[in-house]
Structure formats: structure tokens, C-alpha cells
């Protein structure tokens, strides 16, 4: 089955870590809503006649048209009314097979999730909120430059419970300046005494060009070295265990087999579309992405022209991306699926593996190859020495 992104290329501030594409003006988010409604016209074909990277492993490609996943991502999504939302799927539903039970994700800030905005949500076929938190310290999120309050952060998880939504992700992050390993289990206990039922935790990275980086490089902040950001790893992976939680990919874990599909099915290798400025698509023969741009995106699909650029995906590229996306997750790499690729892959895994397999980084059951504990701190070096 196939998933499609929706880039919603607004914020209200700029988040001092964040390098995703955003504008911090609304002042033509009219045109932009529009302009996302022609190009789910214009790629209403995308998914026909294409090879699904899955179906290398059996699946049938006559479902590459049912989409079992639409994900609002931005950006900041929850700052859409929720009649531009119906907008939106309303279109998606004029051009493509909507599953009855897909998962439909909109990412959101606790300051944009009042009690009202939320029971309008729910009258929306939205029925996956992912809420970014990041830390439950004022301080933290001062620094950060968030617009809510840790008081919004508290309150708005329960007010979506009650307002019917059952299926809640919140993200976090952890290895941030000043935040002590004691300050991080408060997050985590915080987090898991939550009505939630999955959790995503991302180590904090200094992205280029960002303002944390630029207060780093001048030594306004200090951020944990490698060490302690290893300890909060192993401090979640133990906590979230605790607490019933399956850590079911590097940075994800969930309650009573709660998967984020539209994600899970990113690590699996299924097709997906990507509507927006700068949203990817990858149909298991090319990957493309759009402009990142919201001017020149606009012009464009008024122009009746999707302003992407497009790669088309070598053997090489194909596996050493199944690598990399699988590696990471509980489900691993399988050598049934290697074997479809080649022998020639198939043994070159098998002569690069068998130091992981020394060094206990990885570990094999029944031809499936996952990382270990220790192994799961190292996930994208031993990934990269397993390429081609």
C-alpha cells in the first residue's frame, strides 16, 4: 500500500534547532492551500503503472493505488482550520483509494491545540495527533525558541484524550544544552504517565545554518558530548522498556503494537507521495522532490508544472537503502529479501556481517539480521559499512 505527505510550509516562529523547509509568514497561505490542492490533481497518476519497492518482496503492485496513510507534516500542520484540512483529504479523496481505516496523522504544538480546535479536529477524518513537546522545562523550550509553555505541553495531551482522539505521539528530545540525565527521566516519566500511545525521541543535532548553531559556534551553549548523549539513549531505551513500551525503531517506540504505519512503512520501503514544497516521493524506481521554495512553488502549479527534481535509483541504491532503512528497525534484514536483489548482494551482506556478528552489533535469527543493545548506538555506521 502506498502513503501520501502533506508539506505544510508554516510556522508561527522559528524553532532555533529546525533546518526543515518553513515560512513564518501566512500571508499567502490561500494561495499555497491552492496551490497543494492542483498538484494532488497534477500527481494524481504518480502511483500507476510504477514498481513499488515492495513489491520485490511480494507485494502486488495493482495495491500501490490504495493509500493507507496520510500524514499533514510542515512545518506546523495544526495551524490549519479544520475545513482547510477537509479541503485537503476531500481532494486526495477525488483522485485517489483512500483505505476505510488509514491512518491519518497531523502533526501539531501544544499551543495550537486549544480544547475547541480539538473537538473540531476530531469532526475532521484526522485520527492520529503527532504533538511536538520536546521537553516539559520552560527553560528548555525558551531555549529552543518554542511558542508553548510546559503548563500547554501538559494540558493539551489529556484534552485530546478527551476530546476522542485514541491513537497520540509526542516527540521529544534528548542530549540538548543543560539537560542533565536526571532532567531527562522527568521527561520520560512525564511522557509515559501521558494518555499516549507511541513516543519518538530524537537526539538533538546541530544542523547548519540554524540559530543553535550559530549560538554554539559562539559558545552561548554548551550541548552533552557524545558520552552523556549515549546515556540518554540507554536511560530511554531501559525507561520506555519499563514502562510497556516496544522500541520498535531507532528513535520510536509504541503501546499495544501502536506502529506509526505511515512511517513503518517508510523503513519497509513502500511507495509514498510527497505534496508541497519540498515534500519527497519515492516510488521504488526514482526518488523526487519538490522545490523548496514557497514562491516558485506556487508559480509553478499555477503553471500546471510540478517543480521537482528527480533521481533515478541504481541496484546499488536500492540496496544499500533497504540496509539502512531496515537495520534500524525490530523487523531487520531479511535474507529472503537480499536474495531477490542478487546473489552478488546477498554475499557481499554476508562477508560484511559477519564482523557485526563478532563484534555482537548485530545479532541473526532465522536468516533476519537486528542490531543489538549495542549495537542500536551505532546504527547508521554499521549501516554504512554494509554499502556498496
Request: hydrophobic share 40%; proline share 3%.
Amino acid at each position: 500500500m502506498s502513503g501520501i505527505y502533506i508539506h505544510i510550509p508554516f510556522c508561527k516562529q522559528a524553532c532555533h534547532y529546525c533546518d526543515f523547509h518553513f515560512s513564518t509568514s501566512l500571508q499567502n497561505k490561500n494561495a499555497m492551500l491552492d496551490a497543494i490542492l492542483k498538484e494532488i490533481e497534477l500527481r494524481k497518476e504518480y502511483f500507476e503503472n510504477e514498481i513499488n519497492a515492495t513489491a520485490l518482496v511480494g507485494v502486488p503492485t495493482n495495491k500501490l493505488n490504495q493509500i493507507d496513510t496520510i500524514y499533514f507534516g510542515g512545518g506546523t500542520p495544526s495551524l490549519l482550520s479544520s475545513e482547510e484540512i477537509n479541503r485537503i483529504i476531500n481532494q486526495l479523496s477525488n483522485y485517489f483509494q483512500i483505505a476505510t481505516n488509514a491512518e491519518i496523522t497531523l502533526e501539531a504544538n501544544p499551543d495550537n491545540l486549544d480544547i475547541q480546535t480539538l473537538k473540531s479536529l476530531k469532526q475532521t477524518p484526522v485520527n492520529r495527533l503527532s504533538i511536538g513537546i520536546q521537553s516539559f522545562y520552560d527553560d528548555d523550550l525558551k531555549l529552543m525558541n518554542r511558542a508553548h509553555s510546559s503548563d500547554m505541553a501538559l494540558r493539551c495531551v489529556p484534552d485530546a484524550a478527551d476530546a476522542g482522539f485514541a491513537q497520540i505521539t509526542i516527540d521529544l528530545i534528548y542530549a540538548l544544552p543543560n539537560l542533565s540525565n536526571e532532567r531527562w527521566i522527568h521527561n520520560l516519566e512525564t511522557a509515559f504517565a501521558l494518555p499516549i500511545n507511541h513516543l519518538s525521541c530524537y537526539c538533538l543535532t546541530i544542523e547548519p545554518r540554524t540559530a543553535l548553531a550559530d549560538m554554539v559556534k559562539k559558545n552561548n551553549v554548551v550541548v552533552p558530548d557524545d558520552e552523556q548523549a549515549a546515556q540518554q539513549f540507554q536511560l530511554l531505551v531501559e525507561l520506555s522498556a519499563n514502562a510497556g513500551f516496544t522500541h520498535y525503531e531507532i528513535s520510536n517506540f509504541c503501546r499495544d503494537n501502536k506502529f506509526s504505519k505511515h512511517n513503518s512503512n517508510y523503513w519497509r520501503g513502500e511507495a509514498y507521495l510527497g505534496i508541497g514544497p519540498s515534500a519527497h516521493s519515492y516510488n521504488g524506481v526514482s526518488r523526487q522532490w519538490n522545490v523548496a521554495n514557497n514562491n516558485q512553488y506556487i508559480k509553478s502549479i499555477n503553471e500546471r508544472v510540478v517543480p521537482f527534481t528527480i533521481e533515478m535509483l541504481s541496484p546499488n541504491q536500492h540496496y544499500n537503502e533497504y540496509i539502512l532503512t531496515s537495520l534500524r528497525t525490530i523487523w531487520g534484514v531479511e535474507l529472503s529479501k537480499l536474495k531477490m536483489f542478487g546473489d552478488q548482494y546477498k554475499d557481499f551482506f554476508l562477508n560484511h556481517i559477519a564482523k557485526k556478528l563478532e563484534e555482537q552489533t548485530v545479532q541473526q535469527h532465522e536468516g533476519v539480521y537486528t542490531l543489538t543493545q549495542k549495537g542500536k548506538l551505532f546504527a547508521d555506521k554499521i549501516a554504512a559499512d554494509l554499502f556498496i
